[in-house]
C-alpha cells in the first residue's frame, strides 16, 4: 500500500524558530514533552477512511507545555506506528540544532514498540510511554507491593 505522509520540515523548523525567538523554548532549558496522534474528521477531496470509521487526517502532534512545537500529517488509514521512529528522529534532531533538550517525554501506548522506544530514549533523559491495556498486565501490575508515590510538576 502506498500511504501520504507530510514531514512538513518548513513549518516544524518555523515553529521552533517561532518558539526560541520569542523566549517560549529558551536553549540549554530541558523541557518535558508530550506526543500524541490526534485524528481529525473532515470531508476535504483528499482525506482517507480511518480506522475510526470516518474520513481525515492522522497528524502526530509535540507538545511542551501549552504549545505545539512540532507536527508531521500521515493519512487517517495509515497504522500510528507507521514511520513513528523516523518522525522522533527529526523531532528530536530540530530541537538538538537549537540545544534544546527533553527532560520528560511522554507518551500513549500507539508508542509502545521496539524500534520507537529506541529512539526515544537516545535523546531524554526519561520517557513515559503507556503500555497496551490487557486485563494479564492489569492484574500483575496491581499485585506488585511496595508503590511509591512520586510527584510531578507538582501533581501526585
Known amino acids: 500500500k502506498i500511504y501520504d505522509f507530510n514531514t512538513a520540515d518548513k513549518l516544524n523548523t518555523l515553529l521552533i524558530n517561532a518558539l526560541v525567538s ?4 529558551k536553549e540549554i532549558e530541558e523541557y518535558d514533552v508530550d506526543f500524541d496522534h490526534q485524528f481529525l474528521e473532515t470531508e476535504k477531496y483528499d482525506a482517507k477512511p480511518t480506522y475510526k470509521k470516518f474520513l481525515g487526517y492522522r497528524p502526530g502532534v509535540y507538545v511542551i507545555g501549552d ?13 500510528v506506528r507507521f514511520h513513528q521512529a523516523d518522525t ?3 523531532f528530536f534532531a530540530l ?3 537549537q540545544n534544546i533538550r527533553v527532560n520528560r517525554f511522554r507518551a500513549d501506548c500507539g508508542s509502545c514498540s521496539k524500534e520507537i522506544v529506541s529512539e526515544i530514549e537516545k ?3 526519561h520517557f513515559y510511554i503507556r503500555a497496551n491495556r490487557c486485563s494479564s498486565l492489569y492484574n500483575d501490575i496491581f499485585a506488585l507491593r511496595g508503590w511509591k508515590t512520586e510527584e510531578i510538576n ?3
Open 22 to 25: 520569542t523566549g517560549e523554548l
Open 95 to 97: 530541537l538538538e540544532s
Open 123 to 125: 535523546h531524554c533523559k
Open 88 to 90: 522522533h528522529k527529526r
Open 67 to 79: 504549545k505545539i512545537v512540532y507536527i508531521e500529517n500521515s493519512d487517517g488509514n495509515t497504522n
Open 154 to 156: 507538582g501533581i501526585q
